[in-house]
């Protein structure tokens, strides 16, 4: 690996008495096309007490890397190379690649324990969190552990992870749990060995940005406290700020740099490291951008004041005490998902609608579409009131209405080409009768959104994430709508292709002017698009302002907390904003 | 005789009821037991219905047998002859009351005639019950674990040949083997003459023979109903045995592949214990629910099975009535047989929410 | 940044492949036809097998008249009347039944029976099973909860009965050729379009709130549109799968009907349920060539169609799909 920087050592080990080393580790599968390389000569190793990061995009490799150090890789990977783990206390080091089936089953738990990315999947739901920490304490046990004995120390554990009330909790089931309980007792069972080396595979994407930060502060502990070693694998380079002492960055199957955090942020040497870096939005960019796009939306209104177009004036949208119940079932009460917002959003603006999980945010949009029943207040959208609103009364304004999806996966018909799927507003609201007609203003909109007009001709399943999510854009702007919902469109695609899109929408919005509502669970991204920003917290609208407000000056608690749990790419930045969330948690 | 298994075996481990916490069970179980009803009212409607296309069941039964103005009398005096919604509500009324009418063949009350063979057909469920559970459970998950390797081959052969098999032509095979060929089984029936004598005296008779037997005190009776139950058993099981081993082997497959399976794996589990317990558990949940829709199978295959062994259960009667157009006897039977497959099913789902804490909390 | 990766095999930003128009329609994407390139190892050999035996059964039902040595209703040729119950060998290659039938011919002639009743069931319950599956499943409301309820309880009971109960109300018993045909395929589709109903409706329903459909229903599409381009062309995909499920469903339900006495008359037909009828005596006197054949000719195609079906079924669940493991580089 000639293109590696390593500036943490000179020697070719930089770690002196690692828990973990990897040389040369090349893993390849088996895969329909033939052979895939996933891993491609990765060298790597973990001291002892060290969080060593792993960050990359997808299908840069490191998850791979990962799972190959306890041995768990499907039967179609082969993997060549070292895997060298030793116990917590040095002592006899064994190459995970050539051990034995029987040494690798002690190897598990004991030197090298897992967190995985989706607490909900890793825990058996059939088991209570009890049995299962126990199973693993039965598995290595060198004498007959008895249940009571066994049961204490997960009780312990449990109560050590931050899980209240273990003594009751401990004979729970998985779902009895939350998200971010059931991530702790994932790290519970990992750290009831006392493993030399933990291995966190991406812990907190499935997280809200709140309860992930609780989650690093755990995994702080399992090192300051516990005294494991940890490798974090993620794709999020606030996660790696905030935690890690040491980073390597995968690209393609490659080690592409390694070095200590303070240095790879602030001195990124290799030019994807720098892209990488340059692609994280960051809080408070978003600012200038809002003042520029205030300016030409002004300058428009005046153009066509003078044209003497008569462009129908009023907001978009404007939610009055806007609540949304979802019915339940059986006669019992229903779910309150949108509980009393009001907001509006006026012509050429963009709102960026923010919240965690369960906020209401994506039911706001899908009712704004049409998609989802208003039950109490007033929701006018283009001038049309929907509380009460049928289907086919909908039907004319919906040319006016683009919507983006947060899957690009499932957002297309897997039976009709690109081209047929952006060309189905223009049948429907006679742009054309058929798709031959249709296609000249099919491809100008592809090159609007930067795709070749050949691949109109292609398949859903033939288009990376990224291009599948731009001739979404394509389709949801080909009848030019005055207004465009945006549901999470990013926070399915790597970062860097998260940036691409996301400059790609500005263009077009400045371009055509159509008004937005804009959702994610990140401030920064919505700070980065937005002339306003909401915050919904439960269900409830907690504030409202422009970006510098909330942002600069946020007054609800929730706003100040969400906005203090967001890691930033900067680990010294992040160790100060990690001591203002602690002292908002307090 | 249905292979209805192979397209919807994996029911998703969580019912939709289940989702809110709090009195979750006890609503389950009765909006559970409640859809029974519905399922039982169409089958009856449906099978009173078509038993009617044919004409009135005594004309079906006897047309042709009698003069035309006794038969006639007769249809007016069973009130036949009024209007068939009116027919139905009578039908349905006598119904609630457990009257289930009385034969036109061999004019026997059709409650007596369902008591008495119900017992037979009962007992050969149960058996071909547990020779498919003992052949098909642990198979499966043996195929499940070694999947795509030459053990998984022959036994997914094995399987398919299972059900690829008329039960009746299994039956014959079965016979012409170890009763003709090697001459270890009897050939037909449910106890040698003797037997039958001896059970026929007992006074308080269950009906299954297999408990009479041991009532009875007689040393070879006991070995003698055994030996006539294995051949019927066999090919019964072996056909739902076949349906539970692909089942048990894809839930297996389906749940070894679930990330708390590797996360066990990561904890230094054993793999024997990984199948035995992370695998096998969660995927219990769909492999009962889909079970309990054999019982379907189990009882269609049991009417095949008891004509080519001449077990004289329901299912042996039942075609004997259908040869005689004897609609009233049919229409009980079926009824009856609804009414099993329904709570069968509604226990089974019993089962499977207790398993799943899930629903249970 | 190149970071975008398409799926493998297409490059995108590749300029000659993109250009490339790509055909509407090829061979290749046939249903089994794909699967066949698709699979590998066990599974291929599995599909193969399947394929071939069901192809086998095809032609000699095509070509019955030309391999059958007598008519399947045959008696007696120019030499006479046939013997009963004669041990196979000599002019009858299999023997004859217990009523002067070759049974070598009335297999042979069973595969026209068997394929004639598994097209018009199949057909039939195709055709009503997936309109009302489509219609049920995404429209909603009371019409799908009453059908729901009324074909789960259908789905819930014996088939075999209900077969048996629908023949008798369609043609008394029995009957003609054609007459007995399309009473057995009739009673077979009133029993599987519940299946068919189910399978389909579940596809609809899940398809339903994919969100290609609900992009649908934003741009404006009208309901009859979405059902007819976006839903039914997605939910059909599984039906090559049940297709030969419900084949070999039938050919069994068939040979149950024809066992109990309920099928076509041996004059009409050949048909190997009521031949293994008449053959259960001939089981107990050691007579077993009027029973193994037509037993192993039911066998045999059920386990070719199954063998489609269950490929089928393992390359469209990724779960069980299954990949060739690489070989190179060291251990594990």
Known sequence: MSTVHDRSDDSDHPVSDPVLEVRDLAITFASDAGPVRAVDGVSLSVGRGEVLAVVGESGSGKTVTAKSVLGLLPQTATSSGVIMLSGRDGGRADDVVRVSRNRLRQLRGTDAAMVFQEPSTALNPVFTVGWQIAEGLRAHASGRLSRSEARARAVDILGRVGIPDPHRRVDHYPHQFSGGQKQRIVIAMALVLDPGLIIADEPTTALDVTVQAEILDLLRRCRDEFGASILLITHNLGVVADLADRVAVMYQGRVVEQADAVTLFAHPQEEYTQRLLAAVPSVGQGGERARVRAGERAERAERAAAAGETTPSGPVISATDLRIQYPGRLGRPGFLAVDGVSFTVGPGEVLGLVGESGSGKTTIARAVAGLTAVTGGSLRVLGTELNGARERALRPHRRDLGFVFQDPASSFNPQLTIAEAVAEPLIIHGGGRHLAAARARVDEMLEAVQLPASYGDRFPHELSGGQRQRASLARALVLRPRLLIADEPTSALDVSVQARVLELFTELQRELGFAALFISHDLAVVDLLSDRIAVLHRGRLVEEGTGEQILGAPEHPYTRRLLASLPVPDPQLQAQRRAEFRALSD | ?361 | MSAETATPGVAPGDGTNALRRRPRFSWRRLPVVRQLRESVGVQRVMLVIGVVITAVFVLVAVFAPVIAPYGYAQLSDARGAFPTQQAPGGDHLLGTTVGGYDVFSRVIWGTQTALEVIVVAVLLSIFVGIALGLVSGYLGGWLDRVLVVVCDAVYAFPTLLLAIVMSIVISGGQSSKWGGIFAAAISITVVYIPQYFRVIRAETTRIKSEAFVEAAKVIGAPTSRIIGVHVFRNATRTLPLIFTLNSSEAILTLAGLGFLGFGIEPTAASEWGYDLNKSIADVTSGIWWTAIWPGLAIVLIVLGITLIGESLNDLADPRLRRRARVRDGATR
């Not at chain 2, 149960?126 to 070694?146: F, K």
């Not at chain 2, 050939?187 to 001896?198: H, I, M, P, Y």
């Not at chain 2, 009776?221 to 019964?236: E, G, I, Q, S, Y």
């Not at chain 2, 099981?237 to 749940?255: C, D, H, P, Q």
């Open chain 2, 1 to 361: 005789m249905s292979t209805t298994a192979l397209t919807e075996e994996t029911v998703p481990a969580v019912t939709p009821t289940s989702r809110s916490a709090g009195g979750g069970l006890g609503r389950y179980l009765v909006v559970r037991f409640l859809l029974i009803i519905p399922t039982v009212f169409i089958l009856v409607t449906l099978v009173f219905l078509l038993g009617r296309t044919t004409g009135d069941p005594i004309t079906a039964a006897l047309g042709g047998r009698l003069p035309p103005a006794e038969l006639a009398a007769r249809v007016r005096a069973a009130g036949y002859d009024r209007p068939l919604l009116v027919q139905y509500g009578d039908y349905l009324s006598h119904l609630l009351r457990g009257d289930f009418g009385t034969t036109i063949s061999d004019n026997r009350p059709v409650t007596q005639v369902l008591t008495t063979y119900g017992s037979a057909t009962l007992e050969l469920t149960v058996y071909a019950l547990v020779v498919a559970l003992v052949i098909g459970i642990p198979l499966g998950m043996v195929a499940g674990y070694l999947r795509d390797r030459w053990p998984d081959a022959v036994l997914r052969v094995f399987a398919i040949l299972c059900y690829a098999t008329p039960v009746f032509f299994a039956g014959l095979l079965l016979k012409l083997v170890f009763s003709t060929w090697l001459g270890i089984l009897p050939v037909s029936g449910r106890a040698s003459t003797s037997t039958e004598l001896t059970l026929q005296l007992l006074p308080n008779r269950t009906g299954i023979y297999l408990i009479d037997a041991i009532s009875s005190g007689d040393a070879d009776a006991v070995p003698d109903v055994l030996r006539h139950a294995v051949l019927p058993a066999v090919a019964l099981g072996l056909l739902t045995a076949g349906i539970f081993l692909r089942l048990v082997r894809t839930n297996i497959i389906g749940t070894l592949g679930m990330d708390y399976v590797d996360a066990a794996r990561s904890r230094g589990v054993g793999e024997l214990r990984l199948v035995r317990k992370h695998a096998y558990r969660p995927a219990l949940i769909p492999i009962i629910t889909v079970m309990g829709l054999q019982i379907a199978l189990m009882l269609g295959g049991a009417v095949l099975t008891e004509t080519t062994f001449e077990w004289r259960g329901l299912g042996f009667q039942l075609v004997e009535y259908l040869q005689a157009r004897d609609f009233v006897a049919v229409q009980g039977i079926v009824v009856l047989l609804a009414v099993i497959v329904a709570v069968t099913n509604f226990v089974v789902d019993v089962i499977a929410a207790l398993i799943d804490p899930r629903i249970r909390y």
